[in-house]
């Protein structure tokens, strides 16, 4: 699925019979989901510690800042989970400008990296993009509060449905080797 496929789909949902053809036309819908996907697309990737998306930088030293240890997180995180040891225990943490400040020297920073490709989030991660957009656009381009409302609720009901298979995924199956340790953390 493309980010036009999504905005289509969340078009759809409205319903409004107007598609986009390109990212760049010059139509009132193609600039609505221009200004609201971005928004719509990280409000669901941090919505919740999705286990196909957590990352971890390598362990490594902070750098040492009066008794404490400074780590960086990487500069495509979307969202700093926090810090754990090499053996997966989470380390105590706090923000402090930009970097998460620790009394342990080795730690390796947990967060979710800015996914942009469609193509890689789960199917129902997908889905529920589409419909937090399209409650996004709908009180824009329809003057139904009503419908607006219904889009909201139907949003939140997607990101539900993606976290528990997300769940489900890091719980009981997937493809990963280390599954049953990440599970753990």
């Known amino acids: 699925m493309t980010k036009l496929d999504i905005w289509n789909r969340a078009l759809e949902l409205l ?3 107007i598609a986009v053809a390109s990212d760049d036309e010059a139509t009132t819908e193609a600039a609505r989901c221009r200004q609201h996907y971005d ?37 495509d995180a979307l969202l700093v989970l926090g810090l754990c ?3 997966g225990r989470r380390v105590k943490a706090d923000a402090v400008n930009g970097g998460l400040r620790a009394m342990e020297p080795y730690a390796a920073v947990r967060y979710l990296p800015d996914s942009t490709d469609p193509d890689t989030w789960p199917f129902a991660v997908q889905e529920a993009v589409v419909a ?18 219904q889009l909201r609720q139907e949003a939140m009901a997607k990101l539900e449905e993606a976290g528990r298979q997300d769940a ?14 990440h599970a753990r953390r």
């Open 85 to 87: 040891m090499p053996d």
């Open 132 to 149: 937090e957009l399209a409650a996004r656009i709908c009180p824009v381009l329809t003057d139904n509060p009503q419908r607006s409302l």
């Open 168 to 181: 489900m995924q890091t719980a009981y199956g997937g493809d990963d080797p280390m599954k049953f340790v």
């Open 15 to 17: 319903p409004h019979d």
């Open 39 to 75: 928004a719509a697309r990280k409000a669901v990737l941090t919505a919740r510690e999705w286990g196909w998306l957590v990352e971890e930088t390598p362990s490594c030293c902070g750098a040492a800042l009066g008794g404490a240890w400074i780590h960086e997180p990487p500069p």
